[in-house]
Nanobody, 124 residues
Framework: QVHLVESGGGLVQAGDSLRLSCAASGRTFGNWPMAWFRQAPGKEREFVAGISWSGGATSYADSVKGRFTISRDNAKSAVYLQMNSAKPEDTAVYYC?????????????????WGQGTQVTVSS
C-alpha cells in the first residue's frame, strides 16, 4: 500500500511564492516517476509538473514553465513543488501522484496513487 500526503498549501497574494511538499510511505518510492496535478472548481484535473525517478528529467505544463520547479529527495521519500510568481489562475487543489511505470506522463490516467490534495489560493 502507498500513502501520499501533501502539505504546504494556503492563501498567498499574486507574485508570492509557495512550496508544496508530498510525503510518500509504503512501497519503493525511489523507483517511481512522480507528478503534481491541480484541479480548479468546475475544471478537469490538469498536469502541472513531473519528475523522473532519479530527478534527472522533469516536465512542466506551459502555464507554469519558468515559475514552478519540481524536485524530489528519495532519501526522504518526498517530492516538492516550488511555486514562484504565483498568479490567481494558479488557484486550485494540488495533488501529488505516483506512477509505477517508468516515464513521465501528463495524463492523470497514467498515475496509480494519489494524495488527498492541498488547497492553494492566490489572491489578486
Amino acid at each position: 500500500q502507498v500513502h501520499l500526503v501533501e502539505s504546504g498549501g494556503g492563501l498567498v497574494q499574486a507574485g508570492d511564492s509557495l512550496r508544496l511538499s508530498c510525503a510518500a510511505s509504503g512501497r519503493t518510492f525511489g523507483n517511481w516517476p512522480m507528478a503534481w496535478f491541480r484541479q480548479a472548481p468546475g475544471k478537469e484535473r490538469e498536469f502541472v509538473a513531473g519528475i523522473s525517478w532519479s530527478g534527472g528529467a522533469t516536465s512542466y505544463a506551459d502555464s507554469v514553465k519558468g515559475r514552478f520547479t519540481i524536485s524530489r529527495d528519495n532519501a526522504k521519500s518526498a517530492v516538492y513543488l516550488q511555486m514562484n510568481s504565483a498568479k490567481p489562475e494558479d488557484t486550485a487543489v494540488y495533488y501529488c501522484a505516483a506512477r509505477t511505470v517508468l516515464g513521465i506522463r501528463s495524463s492523470a490516467r497514467s498515475y496509480d496513487y494519489w494524495g488527498q490534495g492541498t488547497q492553494v489560493t492566490v489572491s489578486s
